[in-house]
């Protein structure tokens, strides 16, 4: 038998939702270098990385997201270590069985193989669209306070802070957005998206 299961649990350890968001969280957090000009009257910043990774809320749900991918890695390791206990088992009796006991049995544990692999990427996507909903989230209750900034700031054009290298600091919104953002909400409750429910749940065809 070809066995998968070592490359199964490899294939998900340590692969956390946030870990693809690393590269903004660094860009978030990263000191621009001095402006050399003034600011342009009605153009404004807002660095939506900035208001995700560095606000209260944000911080939160990084905390989160960590929680619920080492639970469903847990979930892996437990279904991987059952797995490989069997195959061993299987591989020192193999010389005992007959050749329909050998099928039998090393189809099953194939079968077993291939639905760790599926619950792997299942894992995988649901950490994925649980760390994009929340994020969501985020954005959406910064919305107003975004709307109120901009008005506040007679802001005619709002650039984005992913794109903009230099900007003279009176031009950027993005520290007012994460007071009112910290002041409005610090954290909410949320949970791991399940696919395999919402596949059972969905009405056949």
Do not use: Y
């Not at 802070?161 to 993005?174: H, N, Q, S």
């Amino acid at each position: 038998m070809n066995m998968t299961t070592s490359k199964s649990a490899a294939a998900f350890a340590g692969v956390l939702a946030i870990a693809a968001f690393a590269p903004m969280v660094a860009q978030a957090q990263a000191q621009a270098s001095p402006p050399t000009g003034p600011a342009i009257p009605g153009m404004c910043i807002l660095s939506q990385e900035a208001l995700v990774f560095t606000s209260t809320v944000g911080k939160f749900v990084a905390t989160r997201l960590t929680q619920l991918n080492q639970a469903a890695q847990a979930e892996v390791n437990s279904q991987t270590t059952a797995l490989q206990a069997d195959e061993k088992a299987f591989e020192a009796a193999r010389s005992g069985l007959s050749g329909d006991q050998l099928q039998q049995r090393g189809a099953a544990l194939q079968a077993r193989e291939r639905d760790l692999e599926r619950t792997v990427q299942v894992r995988r996507e649901e950490m994925n669209q649980t760390a994009q909903k929340a994020q969501k989230r985020i954005l959406t209750e910064a919305q107003p306070i975004f709307q109120s900034a901009v008005r506040e700031h007679n802001c005619s054009v709002v650039l984005s802070g992913t794109d903009v290298l230099v900007a003279e600091t009176a031009m950027d919104i993005t520290p007012t957005v994460i007071a009112g953002l910290n002041a409005k909400i610090t954290q909410f409750e949320f949970e791991r998206e399940h696919l395999d429910q919402a596949a059972a749940a969905a009405p056949s065809q």
